[in-house]
């Protein structure tokens, strides 16, 4: 990886913010069409910490294993969202509704009386760490970043560049069966 635009190879999401998961589950079924979205409720990938913090692991910090963010470089001690994905093809569409805790960097997109409103666009990466070096090479830090089950993810903000996030992922074998089961569900309507 040689500059930033090399993140943006591997299209796979759209990612959204709401306020209310049903209703917006409700727009993608009902007003474009998606077929049924996958559902989970509070979500969470906090972890309890002691002390007055943890320091941040991509920076020397501990080695984390298991699910985890870090979000501004601290270890979220509580961090939980509503999510629900669907694809349209290979296409995936995440909606994501802030709940609790570490969790600003959903809840200040969000737009009231709206049923989502855009918040990134995500990409795959056969290695996080390749990622990480190429961030920090361009003087750049990680807005969130850690793993969930076996996928490990980051969101780099460029926002003010481009008015949106970019998130990265690096999927294990069981988050590639999910996302693959999610276009094979999408390419099964008739």
């Given amino acids: 990886m040689k500059s930033l ?10 990612g959204y913010v709401t306020e209310d998961l049903d209703a917006a589950v409700d727009f993608l ?4 069409g998606t077929v049924q979205c996958v559902k989970h409720y509070r979500s969470s990938l906090g972890r309890p910490t002691t002390g007055p913090g943890v ?4 920076a020397g910090g501990p080695r984390l294993d298991g699910s985890h963010v870090v979000v501004d470089g601290s270890l979220a001690a509580e961090w939980v969202i509503d999510v629900a994905l669907v694809n349209a093809g290979p296409t995936n569409i995440e909606i994501i509704r802030p709940v609790s805790g570490s969790v600003e960097l959903y809840r ?3 737009r009231p009386d709206v049923p989502a409103t855009f918040h990134h666009l995500g990409f795959r990466v ?11 090479r361009s003087g750049r830090t990680w807005a969130q ?13 460029l926002s003010a560049e481009l008015g949106h996030f970019v998130e990265v992922m690096e999927l294990d074998e069981g988050s590639e069966r999910m996302f693959s089961n999610l276009e094979a569900a999408s390419d099964a309507i008739d």
């Fill in 5 to 14: 635009s090399d993140l943006m190879r591997n299209f796979m999401q759209l």
């Fill in 29 to 32: 079924e009902s007003t474009l």
């Fill in 55 to 58: 320091a941040d692991p991509l």
């Fill in 108 to 110: 200040s997109r969000l």
């Fill in 126 to 136: 056969g290695d996080f760490d390749e990622v990480d070096a190429l961030v920090q």
């Fill in 145 to 157: 970043y850690g793993a969930s089950g076996g996928m490990r993810f980051g969101y780099l903000d």
